[in-house]
């Protein structure tokens, strides 16, 4: 005889197991193509140059300091405990830059089994697999981890943090788990301390039903309160390194940049902010957010996702994307997309294609919002405006900038979506044909060593 309980824990038991099972996936897939690499002694020029001029460099200088290392100015543009964990190994145990390759490389495959875990708690384990692979492949992801570059990290955390604001349970754990997660975050990539924003705004909200009804003003000040005390540590820590920095990042990183990471006497001076990112985020959204089209359609079909409001969303993409320049422009609108921008016509500094493109972005983005529960839609609607609100200082709008965060959300979103509406059998053939897009430019940007 079936107890009342039994189908819940039988439902809690499925999800842990294909949690398990689709992070395994994701891992592994990673874990493959970088064995792959490796063996074929394949390169990035891209990687290898930051990895063999910054990250290693700042490697190799903590590791000569330890147990003294000195953050007033090393090779790299983030906080130092990537470099910190890596000169660890590379003092103590071996200093072989492959060694140290695929000890890096143990950051990436957590950040695909966290993704994957977290997206295959909700779905089907190939949906969960197909939502991950476009993470895997892309050329932002892949050779951030296959090569020494703390990319991978900082994401990781950012996985942990969105997981535990669209979780929506606040307890003592939940508040201790976000300041652990936010610091160790904050003390890889600083720039990722917008996360604490997000955090503060799903306390805010409260729990799902929270978010549908008036909530006691008490509770919800409260949780606020919480989750503000959870951020102080990581807030103390970034303004402790602009301290000892004198500015938002070491010195020396903050000249070559303002340089555009060319030799001083070439002359190249640029400046943040740089008002074309909210737009080129909303380029890589519209262009990667069609091929998860065919997840909306039990939204669409509900009724659910309405014209009007895809129109509003349009209509707000074409105003962000026209208001910038977005011709190309070296070291502030180069790279990825802006490469395909400069072949193509523009007028008054501003490129058709681009505003186009963006209008796109916020036609899908209204889509996700339509289509997702309330409370989802508002936290990742505050993860976009908390993430490009962090990036608008950096003067490059560079794609490999905001690629990864966008496939992240579209994953975790698209989750959510299919474990409510379901999804038909085809929807995961969109994802997947992008994860072989984006791996197929990735391979075309390897070559072999010395190559």
Known sequence: MQR???????????????GAAAAAC????????????????????????DQDVYHLRAIRTFAQQWPRPDFHDYASATTPLYHLLI???????????????VVGATFTVGMLATLGWVVGRRISVPGAVALCLPVVTSLYTFPSGAWLLPDNAGWWGVIVLLAIALDGRFTRRTYIAAAIALLALVLVRQVHLWCAGVLVFAAWLGTGDDADRAASSASRYTRVL????????????????????RGPMPPSMAEAIRNGYLPAEAGV???????????????????????????????????????????????????????PHSSYEFGT??????????????????????????????????????ALDRRDAWILAAAYGCFVLSQLPNPSA???????????????????????????????AGPVALALLLGAVTALSLAPAGG
């Open 87 to 101: 000169a660890l190994v590379d003092r103590y145990v071996t200093d072989s830059v492959t060694a140290l390759r």
């Open 398 to 428: 560079f794609q490999r900038y905001f690629e990864p965060f966008v496939l992240i959300v579209c994953a975790l979103a698209a989750s959510r979506i299919a474990s409510r509406d379901g999804a038909p059998r085809f929807a995961w």
């Open 4 to 18: 009342a309980g039994d189908t819940g824990d039988a439902a809690t038991s499925a999800g842990r197991s294909s």
């Open 226 to 245: 919480a989750m503000l005390a959870a951020s102080v540590p990581a807030a103390i820590a970034v303004g402790a390194f602009m301290l000892i920095w």
């Open 269 to 323: 001076r640029i400046s943040g902010p740089n008002w074309a990112t909210p737009g080129a985020v909303l380029v890589i959204a519209g262009i990667t957010g069609v091929f998860f089209t065919p997840i909306l359609l039990p939204a669409i079909r509900a009724g659910r996702v309405g014209a009007r409001w895809l129109l509003v969303g349009a209509a707000m993409g074409l105003a962000i994307g026209a208001a």
């Open 26 to 49: 994701a891992a592994g897939l990673f874990v493959i193509a970088f064995a792959v690499v490796l063996a074929t002694r394949a390169t990035n020029q891209r990687a290898l140059f």
């Open 333 to 370: 609108r180069s790279g990825g997309f802006w490469n395909a921008i400069h072949a193509l016509p523009t007028f008054a500094d501003r490129s058709p294609a681009f505003i186009a493109l963006a209008a796109l972005g916020g036609a899908v983005l209204a889509a996700w919002a339509q």
